[in-house]
């Protein structure tokens, strides 16, 4: 059972990769239509690089959930908890780095999307091979997805004036006008 679980794991981290490299240009294909918005990234801000591991992940995760109901555990709590690990990874080893160097470098900031989403994929891996976990987690885990799903989506259209919701290219924020 773990291997097949890790083998789902692994297969997720090409896949919300590849995902997320197609969203990071979907809203400009689309002709920056607004609903697409909602899943792809409209600026080069930190946040908008966030969506493209959340909303693939997400997907992904459904897809796979048909494969690995009965042979996994926790299934709502480690996909939580890996879809969590993903965007705080993202952030904390971008703020890091830049902060050292100075400047973004475009093949470490991908590198790190890659790395940031094996992270999230091992530990929800951990958690779909633990013991089983209570019940009433799974309430939560669902209940925090749907909040931070609702969370990208409002503040693409509503961004706070801080910092991850600045373009660094235009100095704008959310959707550009």
């Known amino acids: 059972m773990k291997k097949s679980v890790l083998l789902w794991e692994l297969i997720g981290v090409v896949v919300i990769f590849i995902l997320g490299s197609v969203l ?36 992904y995760a459904v897809f796979e959930y048909t494969r690995l109901k009965k042979s996994a ?20 080893l971008f703020y890091s780095y830049t902060a050292v160097l100075g400047e973004s ?40 997805l749907v909040i931070l799903g609702i969370v990208f989506s409002l503040f693409t259209f509503y961004p706070p004036r801080l910092g991850i919701f600045r373009d660094p290219v235009t100095g704008g924020y959310g959707i550009p006008e």
Request: hydrophobic content about 60%.
């Open 105 to 144: 470098i475009l093949a470490i900031d991908i590198l790190i999307f890659g790395v940031a989403i094996a992270v999230g994929q091992l530990a929800s891996y951990k958690l779909l091979t633990s013991r089983q976990l209570p019940q009433s987690l799974n309430k939560f885990a669902l209940i925090a």
């Open 73 to 92: 555990n926790n299934f709502l709590v480690a996909k939580a908890v890996g879809i969590y690990v993903m965007p705080v990874a993202i952030a904390a």
């Open 24 to 59: 990071h240009f979907a809203f400009e294909l689309s002709g920056e239509w607004k609903p697409m918005a909602l899943i792809a990234a409209v600026n080069e801000s930190v946040w908008e690089h966030l969506k493209l591991a959340f909303w693939p992940s997400v997907a």
